[in-house]
C-alpha cells in the first residue's frame, strides 16, 4: 500500500495542479485573439531556409501576403543551393550568410546575418520557420504584446494539423501540444522560434547577436537573455502557426528526443520537473492498474483521478487552439477529440522523450551534427 500511494497521491495532486490557471489562462487567450491591434509599427520578418520542406512555396508566400502595414520578408540562408528553385515569393529579400562554421549551429548564424542585413527602419524584428504555414494576422499578433512595458519578446507556437492525418502524425501533434498549454499570462519561460519577435531597439540593448555566438539552439538563446534582462516573455496566441507536414515514427522519435535533448541543456528548470512529474504520473498508472488487476476495484476512481484532468485539459489546449486558427476548423472538428483520447498514450511517450534525452550530448540537424554545451555568461 506504501509503494501505491507513494506513486498515485502525487500524481492525482499534479493532475489537478496542472488544471489550475485553464480559466485565467482562456481569458487571456480570448482576449489577446479579439483585441485590436493598434500597434504595428514597421518591421522586418526573417525565415532561414535549408532545403526543401514540404509546402515551403505555400509557406514563404504566407509571410509575404501578411496582414501588416509596413514590413520586408528576408529569406536567409548559408548558401544558394539551399534555397530550392522556385519557391522565393516576389517581395521576398534574400540573405545568404556564407558564414563557417563557429561553435553555432547554422541557424543562428544565418540569422544573426539576417539581423544586420534588415532594413534600418525596421522597429520589430520578427523570426519564423520554414516549415510552419502563418496566417495573415500572425505579425500583428507578434506586434501587440511588443508595445506593453516591462515585456522583452513576444512568442506563438506551432500546431501539428497534418493533411494526411497519419497515426504518428496525430501522435506527434498531441505530443507538441504540451507546451502550448504552458504558455499564457503569466511569465512564460520559453519563446519559440518559429514565431517570436522583439523590439529592434530592444534586441541589442541586451545583446542578443552576443549570446547568439556559439549558440545551437536561438530561441534558447534569445530567452535566457530576455529572462536576464528582467524582462518577460508573452504569449500571443494570435500567432499560433499551423504545421501541415506528417510523420513516420522513426522521424518523429528521434525529432522528439532532440526536441528534449536542447530542453535538458538549455532550459534543465523545465526539463527535472518535467521528468519527475512523468515518473510519477505513470507510476501512478501502473500502480492503480495492477490495484485493479489484484482485486482492489475502487483505485478505478484513482485511475480516473490521474487520467481525468489531463484529458480535460488535453481537449480545452484544442479547443482554444482553434479559436487561433479558424482555417483549420475542419481539421478540429475532424481530429480535435484525439487530443483529449490520446493524452495518456501521450504522457508515456513524453516519459520516453525526458528519459531517452538524458543520455548524449551530440544532435544532428538539418544535416549537421553539434555538440551541446551548457551556455556560460547569461
Avoid at 252 to 267: C, D, G
Avoid at 299 to 318: E, I, N, S, Y
Avoid at 368 to 373: A, D, Q, V
Wanted: aromatic content about 12%.
Amino acid at each position: 500500500m506504501f509503494w501505491f500511494w507513494f506513486f498515485v497521491a502525487p500524481a492525482i495532486a499534479l493532475a489537478f495542479r496542472s488544471v489550475l490557471g485553464e480559466r485565467a489562462r482562456a481569458a487571456y487567450i480570448e482576449r489577446r485573439l479579439f483585441e485590436q491591434q493598434v500597434y504595428l509599427p514597421p518591421a522586418t520578418v526573417i525565415v532561414p531556409v535549408k532545403g526543401e520542406d514540404e509546402g515551403l512555396c505555400e509557406n514563404l508566400a504566407a509571410l509575404a501576403s501578411l496582414d501588416y502595414p509596413d514590413y520586408e520578408l528576408i529569406v536567409v540562408a548559408h548558401s544558394a543551393a539551399d534555397i530550392p528553385p522556385g519557391v522565393l515569393p516576389p517581395r521576398a529579400k534574400v540573405v545568404l550568410a556564407h558564414v563557417e562554421e563557429s561553435g553555432a549551429s547554422e541557424k543562428v548564424l544565418n540569422l544573426a546575418a539576417a539581423v544586420r542585413a534588415a532594413r534600418k527602419h525596421s522597429q520589430i524584428l520578427a523570426f519564423a520557420d520554414s516549415d510552419g504555414r502563418v496566417t495573415a494576422r500572425w505579425l500583428g499578433a507578434l506586434a501587440a504584446p511588443l508595445a506593453e512595458p516591462g515585456v522583452g519578446a513576444s512568442t506563438g507556437y506551432r500546431w501539428f494539423t497534418p493533411e494526411r492525418s497519419a497515426f504518428w502524425s496525430l501522435v506527434r501533434s498531441v505530443w507538441d501540444s504540451v507546451p502550448a498549454g504552458m504558455l499564457g499570462p503569466e511569465k512564460n519561460r520559453f519563446a519559440w522560434g518559429g514565431a517570436m519577435a522583439m523590439r529592434r531597439e530592444t534586441f541589442f540593448e541586451i545583446g542578443v547577436l552576443e549570446h547568439w555566438k556559439g549558440a545551437i539552439s536561438d530561441d534558447y538563446a534569445l530567452s535566457a537573455v530576455v529572462r536576464a534582462a528582467g524582462l518577460t516573455i508573452a504569449y500571443a496566441p494570435g500567432a499560433l502557426v499551423r504545421c501541415l507536414e506528417g510523420t513516420t515514427a522513426r522521424r518523429f522519435f528521434r525529432w522528439m528526443r532532440r526536441q528534449m535533448m536542447l530542453t535538458r541543456v538549455y532550459n534543465p528548470e523545465q526539463w527535472w520537473p518535467g521528468l519527475l512529474a512523468h515518473l510519477f504520473y505513470c507510476g501512478g498508472m501502473v500502480a492503480s492498474g495492477i490495484a485493479v488487476v489484484t482485486g482492489h476495484h475502487l483505485a478505478v476512481w484513482t485511475l480516473v483521478a490521474q487520467l481525468g484532468p489531463g484529458m480535460v485539459k488535453g481537449w480545452r489546449r484544442a479547443h482554444l487552439a482553434r479559436l487561433a486558427l479558424p482555417e483549420s476548423a475542419e481539421w478540429f472538428r475532424q481530429w480535435g477529440w484525439v487530443h483529449a483520447a490520446a493524452v495518456p498514450a501521450a504522457t508515456w511517450i513524453w516519459l520516453v522523450a525526458l528519459v531517452w534525452s538524458a543520455f548524449g550530448h551530440t544532435i544532428e540537424w538539418r544535416g549537421h551534427r553539434y555538440e551541446l554545451k551548457t551556455p556560460e555568461g547569461i
